[in-house]
Structure formats: structure tokens, C-alpha cells
């Protein structure tokens, strides 16, 4: 999607944090130098900042620049009066500041998204599905003067997930990889990514399953000292957990193995591994597996609990 700078106010909104961030990033970069990046730049949460604060930010003009960046986090949490001094700013914004709103969710009746929607732009990131993450490889390689096999994008996700900051990162090393080669190809993909993150997450669960703490806790220090953020992790397991739920489901209906291979993702040589995993674990232990892998992910962005003890307390609560 197209980023218009000429634009003074925006509403970024959906689920996808990374494709938000690089949005902003993009803005930034064609808005703001390096010098005086530092005085002309503002990043505020909904929950910590009033409306006037914020409007009176964007009314001070740029310090040895052409414009001023002003970002509001979390501006759902917004307050009705805060929200009403920001749609009278937005009937009359300064021209040298450019105003950005981060959502999650945006309220499409909420009157400051109807102010956005009129004297604005809203951008929306929708959480992209399966087929839309293969483009959205594709796409981004393209983008970097290379191709990519449908084969090697397929390996790609298999090896990563669809976190697309995991996959932005592996995108960015196979390209380094491939030097001046055009294509980019599964072996490739094997080289450099590999399939350790994958048996890795597979080993972890399959522990997690058999109850074996222990043993859980060391294949999750190997995670980590391997460099795997607690982000990504989590995501991994949540992607293995997910595809629990949906074969406990699919094998009470007693589909084909086919079917099983095709709707899981999972190669016919693989399945019967995964297929014992899956009588591993309850659905009522998925369901508090959910809830616990969700706490996890909000302690490491906003309890200021350390990720590695995050990470530890989620392995703990998952095996009991």
C-alpha cells in the first residue's frame, strides 16, 4: 500500500503490528533526517497522554526541518474528551506536522475514526491469511530484484511460521545468501534457514505433551541461545498448538490422511509424528494452553517481566 507523506493525519489500524511498524517507519523516513530526527519526533500511549497534550505537540513547529512526527500508540484507549480535541484538530491541521493514530481495532462508528475517515487517511493492515502471506513473500522479494519458487515460498513458511517479522528477517538473509543469482530456490531455503526452528518447536511441544518439564526448560534454552526472540517463540508454539486443535478436530471426523496431510500443512512423511503428538494432548489443555500462551505474549510487552522468565513460567504452566 501506497504512503502518501503529503498527507498531515493518519489512522493505522489492524492486527498486523509489523506491516504497521513499517508503515510508520516508511513515514519517518521520507518525513524526517537523521539530524534532527531526535527534536522532532513524538511517540505517545493512549493510556499516558490527553488530547491537549497531543494537539499542542502538533501545533510547535518543526525544529530545523520540514515537518514534525507525532505518534499516538494505543490511541483507543483514548478518553471521549481527548478523542473531541483531536477531531477539532484534525478540521485544522498544521501543515507541518504529520499526525499518526495506531490502532489495533479500530471502532468504525467511533466518531474520531469518522473524523479520520473525513479529513484524513486510514490505512488498514488485516490480519493476512495463508494465501495472502504467500504473495505478501513474493511481493517482498520481488521488490529486492529477486524470484521466488512457489516450492521455496511453501519451505520458507514451513520453516518459519507466519509471523512476518520472522519471515521479513529470513526473507532478508536468503536474499544476502543468493547474491547475484536472480531465483531463489528450496534448497536455498534449506541452507540457510533450515529446519531447526521447526523441529525444535516440534520437539518442544511433543515435550510439553509428555509432561517432561525438564526436558521442555533445555529445549527452550537451546531456542534462545540460538538467538529466537520470545515473540517468535511463542508464535511457533501457538502455530503448533493451533494445528493440534485443528487435527484433533479433523481426525474426529476421520478424514483421509490426505486430507489430513493437505488441510494441516504437514508432509505425508511427516504426518505420522504429528499425528502422535496430537494424541498427546486434551482439548481442554489446549484451551488453557491458549489462554497461557497469551498471558505470556502480554508479560513480555507489558508487565515489564523479563522475556526469558516469561518464557520459562509460560514452559512451567504448559507441562502442568
Not at 520470545?230 to 485443528?246: C, N, S, V
Amino acid at each position: 500500500m501506497r504512503i502518501d507523506a503529503k498527507s498531515l493525519v493518519y489512522l493505522i489500524d489492524g492486527e498486523e503490528e509489523f506491516l504497521k511498524e513499517e508503515a510508520i517507519r516508511k513515514l519517518e523516513a521520507e518525513l524526517l533526517n537523521d539530524e534532527t530526527k531526535g527534536f522532532n519526533k513524538a511517540i505517545f500511549y493512549g493510556r499516558d497522554v490527553d488530547g491537549a497534550n497531543i494537539v499542542s505537540q502538533a501545533r510547535t513547529f518543526p525544529f530545523s526541518g520540514s515537518y514534525r512526527l507525532i505518534i499516538v500508540k494505543d490511541a483507543q484507549m483514548l478518553s471521549a474528551s481527548d478523542k473531541e480535541s483531536l477531531i477539532a484538530y484534525l478540521k485544522n491541521p498544521t501543515e507541518s506536522t504529520c499526525l499518526i493514530l495506531v490502532t489495533r481495532k479500530a471502532d468504525r462508528k467511533d466518531r474520531l475514526y469518522q473524523a479520520f475517515a473525513r479529513y484524513g487517511r486510514i490505512i488498514s493492515f488485516d490480519k493476512l491469511y495463508d494465501d495472502q502471506i504467500n504473495r505478501w513473500i513474493a511481493e517482498r522479494v520481488r521488490n529486492r530484484g529477486k524470484k521466488i519458487s512457489r516450492a521455496a515460498s511453501r519451505s520458507l513458511r514451513e520453516n518459519v511460521g507466519s509471523d512476518l517479522r520472522s519471515l521479513a528477517q529470513a526473507v532478508e538473509k536468503v536474499i544476502t545468501y543468493v547474491g547475484e543469482r536472480d531465483e531463489i530456490t528450496t534448497k536455498d531455503i534449506e541452507e540457510v534457514v533450515g529446519r531447526s526452528i521447526r523441529y525444535k518447536i516440534f520437539d518442544l511441544t511433543d515435550a510439553i505433551g509428555r509432561k517432561k518439564v525438564d526436558e521442555a526448560l533445555r529445549i527452550l534454552s537451546g531456542l534462545v541461545h540460538d538467538g529466537k526472540k520470545a515473540p517468535e517463540i511463542i508464535g511457533m508454539l501457538f502455530w503448533q498448538m493451533k494445528r493440534i486443535w485443528t487435527a484433533k478436530g479433523l481426525l474426529a471426523q476421520k478424514v483421509s490422511r490426505e486430507r489430513l496431510s493437505q488441510d494441516l500443512k504437514v508432509h505425508n512423511f511427516f504426518l505420522k509424528d504429528f499425528i502422535a503428538q496430537t494424541g498427546k494432548f486434551r482439548m481442554d489443555e489446549l484451551e488453557r494452553g491458549f489462554e497461557l500462551l497469551l498471558k505470556a505474549d502480554i508479560d513480555t510487552k507489558t508487565s515489564g517481566m523479563k522475556p526469558g522468565v516469561a518464557l520459562e513460567l509460560l514452559v512451567i504452566g504448559l507441562c502442568r
